[in-house]
Nanobody
Framework: VQLQASGGGLVQPGGSLRLSCAAS????????MGWYRQTPGKLRELVAD???????KYADSAKDRFTISRDNAKNTIYLQMNSVKPEDTAVYYC?????????????WGRGTLVTVSS
């Protein structure tokens, strides 16, 4: 499985940015795709994820500002980031995972840097 992320960059505080991540390869049609982020010296943390059935989960820091969505036909997810703050600056990683015979298959994309600064 390969995950191709795009959309990172520099954005001013209060601005908006949209990240995209397309999955390709052999994968279960029942899966969860999501965005995580990491800053130096900190653990990678969940930002938001969405199941193939459309259920979503958000970190408290992302609620009311970020929206995750997915296009199952394209195996692609999107993260619409609004009202961004300097503390949203991080490397954002795309993830896909699913259960297979009692184990979890877990794949990561290369990160995309989001910098929130004036």
């Amino acid at each position: 499985v390969q995950l191709q992320a795009s959309g990172g960059g520099l954005v001013q505080p209060g601005g908006s940015l949209r990240l995209s991540c397309a999955a390709s390869g052999s994968m279960s049609s029942t899966n969860t795709m999501g965005w995580y982020r990491q800053t130096p010296g900190k653990l990678r943390e969940l930002v938001a994820d969405v199941t193939s059935g459309g259920s979503t989960k958000y970190a408290d820091s992302a609620k009311d500002r970020f929206t995750i969505s997915r296009d199952n036909a394209k195996n692609t997810i999107y993260l619409q980031m609004n009202s961004v703050k300097p503390e949203d600056t991080a490397v954002y990683y795309c993830n896909i995972n699913w259960r297979l015979f009692g184990t979890i298959r877990n794949f990561w994309g290369r990160g995309t840097l989001v910098t929130v600064s004036s």
